[in-house]
């Protein structure tokens, strides 16, 4: 099945302590069905110096599941599905809201 999103894509937060904030797409991971957003769910980890990183807390993204974001609409900027439609032999992504074409 083809993705509905990908890296780059700007989404939405639907649930969770960062619902309604918007994001993109930094990674996929798609054997654990997650994805990194950057700016998003936002986790302190304590650090051990190594010899490229120096001790510390750091702030860095934690996966959020991909059921939890949805694509912003090009037009306005509000969560909406994806469909796939066939244009002139090459399938493109669009937004269910706006049926705007969706680059990428």
Request: no cysteine; glycine share 10%.
């Amino acid at each position: 099945m083809a993705a509905k999103l990908k890296k780059g894509d700007t989404v939405v937060v639907l649930t969770g302590k960062d619902k309604g904030k918007t994001g993109e797409i930094i990674q996929i991971l798609v054997e654990k069905n997650k994805a990194l957003v950057s700016g998003i769910n936002l986790v302190r980890r304590h650090t051990k110096q190594t010899a490229s990183q120096e001790a510390g807390i750091i702030s860095k993204e934690a996966p959020l599941q991909l059921s939890n974001l949805a694509f912003a609409d090009p037009k306005d900027g509000k969560p909406t599905r994806v469909g796939f439609q066939i244009k002139d032999g090459k399938k493109q992504r669009i937004a269910k809201r706006s049926g705007e074409v969706i680059n990428g």
